[in-house]
């Protein structure tokens, strides 16, 4: 990889869950604090497209109209063999490329900054060494069980505390350096 980089922006529950173990984000979106800048705009305003896995991808699918105003890939091997839904149609691709095939695939189309989002696929990018940096937000909850985001991560990876900051809500945002 050369110029293109995998940023991350993501939240959790406080023990480390991205969604329950059925999938569902419905406390992520009860802690929703409509008026509450949490920094997505700033952050989304200098990437070129969304790398996501395809539980994230039915997660946001179901949760009405699309909100994605970039241009995003899904990597699924099921989802790769059929057509992308109509209503979605020039905004989603799905593809069945392993992570550095679809970041050189990018590369090659000029993208510079990738957005990487979905628990599996954070975890399969940061073991290549493709993300640069990291934004997690602590939601305040304890589910006890669900899909966490780091899961069994094979290495050591050492990451730069950036700066965090907390918000009336109760949030609590840290921002990395990746720097394996």
């Known amino acids: 990889m050369g110029l293109i980089t995998g940023h991350v922006f993501i939240a959790t529950s406080l023990d480390g869950f991205i969604a329950r173990e059925n999938g569902e ?38 949760m009405g109209e699309w909100f994605y105003n970039r241009p995003v890939v899904v990597l699924s091997s099921s989802l790769s063999l059929q057509a992308v839904p109509e209503h979605l149609a020039g905004k989603v691709r799905f593809s069945d490329k392993s992570p550095s095939e679809v970041m050189a695939m990018l590369e090659e189309e000029g993208i510079k900054r990738v957005y990487v989002d979905g628990g599996k696929v954070i975890q399969s990018f940061l073991s290549l060494n493709m993300i640069k940096d990291m934004v997690i937000t602590r939601i305040p909850i304890l589910l006890g069980a669900g899909r966490p985001l780091f899961g069994g991560i094979q290495r050591d990876i050492p990451l730069g505390h950036i700066s965090t900051r907390s918000f009336p809500s109760g949030l609590v945002q840290s921002s990395y350096r990746v720097e394996a």
């Open 25 to 62: 984000i419905d406390w992520l979106l009860q802690h929703d604090q409509a008026g509450e800048d949490h920094g997505y705009d700033e952050f989304i305003k200098d990437i070129d497209t969304i790398v996501m896995g395809r539980g994230t991808f039915e997660a946001v699918q179901g």
